[in-house]
């Protein structure tokens, strides 16, 4: 059974779900989530960050190769490895188009908010969230015989939004980012995956939106 509780060094998680294959995997030195996701029809895969360890993640995606490698957000620890994994692999790259220029590799894809990325039968929807970064981004994949997945990067994690450095204004547009675009929309069922550490769901976190809005992080 999936737990999404993955550690570093370790071997990688599998989600299956009914039309999508989610294997979660966690690098160094920053225990960095990076998952593959694979269309089960098609085959086709897209791999979300990449953060380290250009070897363990290529092992991750086979030899069916990647069409696509998306970075959450244009810290370091989210794309240290991207350049190792499109060389090795000829996938194209995708990223905010406020965080793209950040990014030493070139971006292929600029995202705006919205915008939806095909692989196969599968679809991932683009959820633009300022804050952490300017051009974080959350992926969104809509089960269409489940509840919802939604990959968070850097802006949400178990028991808070990502890190703004202790400036109120960051703060406050990630927290209405995350209130208005992810609770605000999504059912209690969405499942989440962090960039950093375990999953966690929608529904276990919405409790404690007025506690974070109170202690300021």
């Known amino acids: 059974m999936y ?35 694979r269309c089960r029809r098609t ?21 069916d190769g990647v069409e696509l490698v998306i970075t959450t957000h244009s810290h370091h620890d989210h794309w240290g490895a991207l350049a190792e994994v499109v060389a090795a692999t000829g996938a194209m790259t995708a990223a905010h188009l406020l965080d793209a220029p950040q990014i030493p590799v070139p971006t292929d894809v600029l ?6 990325m095909t692989f196969g039968d599968c679809s991932l929807q683009a959820i ?18 489940g509840p919802s997945h939604l990959f968070t990067g850097d802006c949400l994690f178990p028991g808070g939004v990502g890190n703004t450095e ?7 547009a990630l927290l209405g980012d995350v209130t208005s675009k992810l609770f605000d929309r999504l059912p209690d069922e969405t499942w989440v995956y962090p960039g950093h550490g375990y999953d966690t769901t929608i529904g276990r976190e919405r409790p404690e939106l007025a ?6 992080w």
């Not at 085959?43 to 030899?63: C, H, K, M, W, Y």
């Open 3 to 37: 737990t999404g509780n993955v550690k570093v060094g370790g071997s990688a998680d599998v989600h299956e779900l009914p039309k999508l294959i989610v294997s979660k995997l966690a690098v160094g030195p920053y225990n960095n989530n990076a998952y593959v996701l």
């Open 43 to 63: 085959g086709a895969q897209v791999l979300i960050d990449a953060p380290s360890e250009a070897d363990r993640l290529l092992t991750l995606i086979g030899n």
């Open 111 to 116: 995202l705006a908010d919205q915008d939806l």
């Open 128 to 145: 633009h969230l300022v804050g952490h970064t300017p051009g974080s981004i959350a992926l969104l994949y809509q089960d269409p015989d």
């Open 166 to 172: 202790k400036d109120a204004a960051r703060f406050d």
């Open 211 to 216: 506690s974070w809005r109170e202690r300021g």
